[in-house]
């Protein structure tokens, strides 16, 4: 007759050689020494890892691409890099279309710089004594007085030209006049600036809100170098300069407004420096 004892011994038996195989497979064996884990014993994870396949990464290289400009565009910038002063700029030189205003103003802008650049070079080294200094900064101011009347000049016949026929923004009836005011706002929404033309007086502050989620660059034309309007350039933002020029210098986030003081007559366009499909004019008289 079967004790239990019996039956409990044979139970043991059975369950023994699966309680040592478990702990083999599963549990690292220690070196007797140092009582370290036998790091050449395999484990499941281990075994798992090398069964599966590793992934091959193939590098993609990155092309530039490739801008081909048309013999007629090279032309153009080959004739507007000749060009030296602005008397001898041709608003004729451009093709009428949707992209005509703003072509002619980056064009002329760059005439413009090249010019004050060539006057500051011509004065150089000329300065030896307080009195000298003096002279060659009034002359230089009246010569730069000149060069930018002539500028302004220029940037009317290229609203002329450039309007006619051409489906252009630029609408009389849309254009808000905010004569005998000191300050007035301009709003920045998902469809850009409103109003997007304003008239005011000299002296007179403007000041922009965003009211959209993305952030709003406002600033003088023309993307990416802000030179437009007099003294302005994107050069100059994080200068001790920054406060005087047309240049928000940075994105306004929602409910942020920047402001600026127009002190120059003129007509001066401007645009979102983040998104530069953004367009505004400010008329100042």
């Not at 005509?100 to 760059?110: I, N, P, Q, Y």
């Amino acid at each position: 007759m079967i004790t239990k004892k019996q039956i409990i011994y044979f139970i043991l038996l059975l369950i023994l050689p699966i309680f040592l195989a478990f702990g083999q497979y599963y549990y690292p064996q220690y070196d007797e020494q140092t009582l370290t884990p036998n790091t050449n014993q395999p484990t499941q994870e281990s075994k798992n890892l090398n069964t599966k396949e590793k992934p091959i990464f193939k590098k993609r290289k990155l092309e530039k691409p490739n801008i081909v400009k048309s013999s007629e565009v090279k032309n153009l910038e080959e004739k507007i890099g000749k060009i030296e002063k602005l008397e001898n700029f041709d608003v004729k030189l451009f093709k009428k279309g949707k992209n005509c205003r703003h072509e002619a103003v980056a064009a002329l802008t760059k005439v413009r710089n090249k010019e004050i650049a060539n006057l500051n070079n011509k004065y150089k080294g000329t300065i030896k004594t307080s009195q000298d200094k003096m002279a060659v900064i009034k002359e230089m101011n009246e010569e730069k007085s000149k060069i930018n009347e002539l500028f302004r000049q220029k940037l009317e016949e290229i609203k002329k030209y450039c309007e006619i026929g051409t489906g252009s923004l630029k609408n009389k009836e849309k254009t808000i006049k905010t004569k005998n005011k000191n300050e007035i706002t301009i709003k920045i929404t998902d469809n850009g600036f409103e109003p997007k033309e304003v008239e005011i007086t000299k002296g007179t502050k403007v000041a922009w809100i965003n009211e959209q989620p993305n952030p709003s660059w406002p600033a003088s034309a023309v993307h990416p170098t802000h030179e437009v309007y007099p003294g302005s350039s994107i050069k100059k933002c994080g200068t001790p300069e920054q406060n005087k020029i047309f240049d928000a210098c940075r994105g306004l986030k929602q409910g942020e407004n920047w402001s600026f003081v127009f002190n120059e007559v003129g007509e001066w366009y401007y645009h979102d420096h983040l998104n530069p499909s953004w367009k505004g004019e400010i008329v100042v008289k």
